[in-house]
């Protein structure tokens, strides 16, 4: 099949799906991952060898694309509101779920403790695609919002993307010398400084410049989009001699416009969203079409097992980051449901082990697949049916004026 023929196939299959399921109250993502699936080499073998060949470097582009957004939207003062739980909420959780994966995949599965850690870190990250517009949702509804639940969950969860992609990274390159390098401990702080660093300097020129030289914001995203796409080829340029995470670099750049720009921060973020709309539909299908349905059915079941297990220990994390917080448990229950849904990360990272030639490249992109389609429509699920019974509205300043009907009788 030709190129404009596979692609256009895949958009309207995609836009179909993801409908439907949107109908059906489930996430749309999973209607375009079943399109990979069905449209990929291991079934119907519908999508053009380009297309696949480009694969990987067209999942790189959607990453960016969310990180960028994510930096958008991120407000460093919702941080400052919550305190220690939220910083807490932004590497706790992950951190225990990618221990529960050390722990069982090791145990069930054979894989190596670096490739059980590969494995945590492609699956430990909170999905923003389903989690943040409920957050949002919440916080116009008033629910949770007398403890800052909401914005303490979308904090978190951006956050806790970062702080994944950052470990995922440092863990892959170590996986080609194939075992545990303990540089890891100083690779990763410079890293994270370094591109904290980077993006920082950038995202205050960008606001610098975008202030003085004044241009549409589509020609903004552009030029943000090529400061990304320079911060990957830095990476690698430097890789051998220095760690840095471009990753990180292109969520700060968002972070640091947001902070000294809102209003235009607010307008390329809604920009972003529709960019997405087309990155998310090549990302999912592209990450479904490399599923070896083989190796579903034959290691499948142990992985879900896993997958629960683990999320077991990701919620334990959650309770954890919020010892010694006014939050009541079922408002503490709730944030750890919060945290269930994957998705976005996921696809992004899954096939990227399989692509590089690692051993465990076939079982991390199965557990990313399965992950995505186990906790997307359960976490999406348990938020709605649980949020407005473990969460308590907040009266707003016209409730508090108004006297209950009984006292107006009275």
């Known amino acids: 099949m030709d190129f404009l023929t596979s692609l256009a196939l895949i958009l309207l299959s995609s836009v179909i799906l993801g409908s439907i399921f949107r109908a059906i109250k489930l996430p749309p993502l999973l209607g375009m991952l079943l399109v990979g699936i069905i449209l990929g080499p291991h079934l119907l073998n519908l999508i053009a060898g380009p297309i696949i060949e480009v694969s990987s470097s067209l999942r790189e582009i959607a990453l960016i694309v969310i990180l960028t957004r994510a930096g958008l939207s991120l407000n460093i003062k919702d941080l400052k509101i919550v305190g220690r739980p939220a910083v807490m909420m932004c590497m706790i959780p992950a951190l225990t779920e990618i221990v529960g994966y050390m722990l069982f995949a090791t145990l069930f599965i054979g894989t190596t403790l670096l490739e059980s850690a590969i494995m945590g870190t492609v699956i430990a990250a909170v999905s923003p695609a389903v989690v943040v517009p409920r957050m949002i949702a919440l916080q116009e509804e008033r629910y949770g919002t007398l403890h800052a639940v909401p914005q303490m969950v979308n904090a978190g969860s951006s956050m806790d993307d970062i702080f994944v992609i950052v470990a995922f990274t440092a863990l892959v390159g170590m996986a080609k010398g194939g075992n545990f390098d303990f540089s890891i401990f100083w690779e990763v702080p410079v890293s994270i400084v370094l591109g904290i660093g980077v993006g920082a300097g950038v995202g205050y020129l960008l606001v610098l410049f975008f202030r003085h030289v004044h241009t549409r914001d589509t020609i903004k995203i552009i030029v943000m989009i090529s400061f990304a796409f320079l911060f990957v080829t830095l990476e690698n340029a430097i890789a051998a001699y220095v760690p840095f995470s471009a990753m990180l670099a292109v969520v700060t750049v968002g972070v640091v416009y947001n902070a000294l720009d809102p209003i235009r921060s607010a307008r390329l973020s809604k920009k972003y969203e529709k960019i997405w709309v087309l990155a998310e539909i090549i990302l999912f299908v592209l990450v479904g079409a490399e599923v070896d349905l083989s190796y579903v059915a034959k290691s499948g079941g142990a992985i879900a097992g896993i997958i629960f297990l683990a999320l077991l220990f990701r919620m334990g994390g959650v309770f954890?980051?919020?010892?010694?917080?006014?939050?009541?448990?079922?408002?503490?229950?709730?944030?750890?449901?919060?945290?269930?849904?994957?998705?976005?990360?996921?696809a992004a990272l899954g096939a990227i082990p399989l692509a590089m030639g690692l051993g465990c490249g076939p079982v991390v992109l199965t557990a990313a697949v399965l992950s995505i389609i186990i906790t997307a429509p359960l976490g999406a699920f348990a938020i709605d049916l649980t949020s407005h019974r473990l969460l308590s509205k907040e009266p707003s300043a016209a409730d508090s004026d108004t006297p209950p009907l009984e006292e107006a009788k009275g």
């Open 320 to 346: 954890f980051s919020l010892i010694k917080t006014p939050l009541s448990f079922k408002e503490r229950l709730f944030c750890a449901i919060a945290y269930i849904p994957k998705a976005t990360v996921q």
